[in-house]
């Protein structure tokens, strides 16, 4: 599990806009007023198209409600741990031709060794560019790409337990906001059955 691979989710305005919803949605599940006019389990609310009317199922608010919560949990998870490169350029190819041609040595030395530190495996392959850099203070165009992606791979792959759980987070939220519409499509189907 890769952060880019929540780059999509993480970075959506409804993503970010979901964060609001679950203190909306307690003002409007948890109000008084509201609460008293979805007393009962549910409510029949006639449609503007015929004499057909729509189940309005209260526990499907609870369902909306709880997976906006989610999803609000999971999307401030993303935005507080999610480093901001992977925010800003999705794969690997965009950070290094946004940042190949004009990294300084400096910071590419400070990329080796923060790739290293957060991935000790990638040595073998980061080591030899930035000793090649070191000695010579030449940096050229494949030693700076061999840098940028393993600096990248080792940032995008921060945060394992976090990640997972953002994940599973947005999984859950995204699954209850699903369950009102599969219950309506059975109710459609069982009614069309029944006829």
């Known amino acids: 599990m890769r952060w880019s691979g929540l780059r999509f989710v993480g970075n959506s305005i409804f ?12 003002l409007i599940i ?9 007393s009962a389990n549910s409510t029949v609310i006639p449609s503007l198209i015929g004499d057909e009317t729509i189940i309005y199922d209260v526990v499907n608010l609870y369902y909306y409600y709880f997976g906006f919560l989610s999803i609000g949990i999971a999307s401030l998870i993303y935005q507080a741990f999610c480093p901001t490169i992977i925010k800003q350029h999705g794969t690997e190819l965009d950070f290094i031709s946004r940042h190949g041609t004009n990294t ?3 910071e590419l030395l400070h990329m080796a060794q923060e ?10 392959r980061v ?23 393993e600096y990248y ?37 069982a009614t069309f059955s029944t006829s």
């Open 115 to 124: 790739a290293i530190r957060l991935s000790p495996m990638r040595k073998g």
């Open 104 to 106: 300084s040595v400096a």
């Open 30 to 38: 948890f109000d008084e007023r509201i609460a008293g006019f979805l």
């Open 127 to 149: 080591m030899p560019a930035s000793l090649a850099i070191q000695e010579g203070k030449v940096k050229t165009v494949e030693l700076s790409r061999t840098i940028l992606f």
């Open 153 to 189: 791979e080792a940032v995008d792959n921060r945060y394992q337990l976090v990640l997972w759980s953002s994940s599973v987070i947005y999984a859950a939220g995204a699954t209850s906001i699903g369950i009102p519409s599969i219950r309506g499509v059975l109710r459609v189907i």
């Open 15 to 26: 993503s970010k806009a979901s964060i609001l919803m679950p203190v909306i949605g307690y």
